[in-house]
């Protein structure tokens, strides 16, 4: 005997379906006109996110530091005075041989020649640099840190749109199943299929809610709000391309810019000026000298009449020339050029780094891309599948699985797609930090993709 099936869904209620995961999709979040873009809420988290915020105090420190050397290249000028109270014990008690003694003196000092003074300016000067490159690490992680927290809680919310649909359509097929077995056109098994793949969205619902709620509060956390509300992608969307297709102006870019290469190049230029100045023990140094003391007797003293004062002033010159210093000049060189060796080797060890992750993101992002393409060419594919799916279930040559698994593939899909979309993006940001180029400029052009 020949087994009739019901027709799964009538149009009308596969449009409120389609309409459903709209809808869904696009109450996952409040609405457009409520929700923040990616970068309001980078200047959100820019202003309040306590690693930038120290990144920032240390770069404010670094650049005080480094006007700090000055001191080594400009004159010292010192000031000071005294009071003395002198007693004598002298023979004749009929006279006073007690007095006082004021006294006031002003001293300066400019070095002419010390090479070391010089070499210590010149390293407080690479201090600008170290502080700018650990700016820019900091903003760049910043860039990323807030980008990943806002596509996670898209992709998030994505997946708990996706899984809700998938399980209002199970509950679909499910009542289906249930109204052919009570008229006799379709077996208990039907049922029994259609039941467990419920329960199993049931369990998806609830894992993908528990991740959409702690992926909120991740980027709650970062951009100081409560509640933040990212603004989703406009669908459909054209992705931006890589600007250089050639991986080596990237990997160029990348040993120039990159914020660790930076850092490791002044390392190795303040441990080579280090040498110098080691070396500079050898050599003699020359200072320019001038006091000025004024001593006042108000009193007198036993050779001195009362209000008695006298001022003195001096200029000179102050040679030093280094003779021995029990092998300490030589050992500290020694010390220094393999300081220098290792800044070397540190230098190369970061450019290595940095010219692997470059390489690694940009065949990330190609490769990202190229998922892009794949899925979308497979959710219109699972489409086509789930359709003549429904349509052999009705005729009776598909049967109750069928449907359910086109209906889970299509779904998954969808999920996928998302997601590759949302890393790609990502990606391009994660390429440009990688080089070193990444700036908060470069979220512009991932806002213009959001819904408006």
């Keep these: 005997m020949t087994m009739h099936r019901f027709p799964l869904a009538s149009p009308a209620l596969a449009l409120a379906m389609s309409l459903g995961m709209s809808l869904g999709l696009s109450l996952a979040f409040t609405g457009a006109a409520q929700a923040q873009s990616l970068v309001e809420l980078f200047d959100a988290a820019r202003a309040t996110d306590s690693t930038y915020q120290s990144a920032k105090a240390q770069y404010d420190a670094n650049l005080a530091k480094a006007d700090q050397a000055k001191a080594y290249i400009l004159p010292t000028v010192g000031a000071s005075a005294g009071l003395t109270r002198t007693m004598v014990d002298g023979s004749n008690p009929s006279v006073d041989s007690n007095y006082t003694t004021q006294t006031a003196t002003i001293s300066g000092s400019q070095p002419l020649y010390r090479p070391a003074n010089r070499i210590n300016y010149q390293q407080g000067l690479k201090l600008v640099d170290v502080a700018e490159a650990q700016l820019a690490a900091a903003e760049q992680d910043l860039v990323v840190r807030v980008a990943q927290a806002y596509f996670d809680v898209l992709g998030a919310g994505d997946t708990l749109a996706f899984v809700r649909a998938q399980k209002t359509a199970v509950a679909e097929q499910l009542a289906s199943a249930k109204r052919n077995f009570e008229v006799g056109t379709a077996t208990i098994t039907d049922t029994r299929e259609a039941q467990a793949q419920f329960d199993l969205v049931r369990a998806q619902e609830i894992a993908a809610d528990n991740d959409l709620l702690v992926k909120k509060l991740a980027l709650d956390t970062l951009v100081s709000r409560v509640n933040a509300q990212p603004t989703p992608l406009a669908l459909p969307v054209v992705l931006p391309t890589v600007q250089a297709a050639d991986i080596s102006t990237w990997v160029q870019q990348a040993e120039s810019l990159q914020p660790n290469v930076v850092q490791a190049k002044v390392a190795l230029d303040v441990a080579r000026l280090e040498t110098q100045k080691a070396k500079a023990g050898n050599l003699p140094t020359l200072d320019l000298t001038a006091g000025y003391n004024v001593n006042r007797y108000p009193n007198g003293t036993t050779s001195l009449p009362n209000n008695s004062r006298n001022n003195g002033g001096s200029i000179g010159l102050s040679l030093n020339i280094p003779l021995f210093a029990g092998f300490s000049i030589q050992n500290r060189i020694r010390e220094t050029l393999s300081l220098e060796d290792k800044a070397q080797a540190d230098l190369d060890a970061a450019r290595r780094a940095v010219t692997q992750a470059t390489r690694a993101a940009f ?31 009705q005729v009776g040559v598909r049967i109750n699985i069928d449907v359910l698994n086109s209906q889970s593939q299509l779904f998954q899909t969808k999920r996928d797609l998302a997601q590759a979309r949302y890393n790609v993006l990502l990606g391009g940001l994660k390429l440009r930090q990688a080089s070193g180029s990444l700036k908060p400029e470069d979220l512009l052009a991932v806002n213009a993709l959001l819904v408006r």
Excluded at 370 to 387: P, R, T
């Design 363 to 393: 065949y990330g992002v190609l490769s990202g891309a190229g998922q892009v393409n794949a899925l979308e060419a497979a959710e219109a594919s699972s489409q086509i599948a789930l359709d003549a799916n429904k349509l052999g279930y």
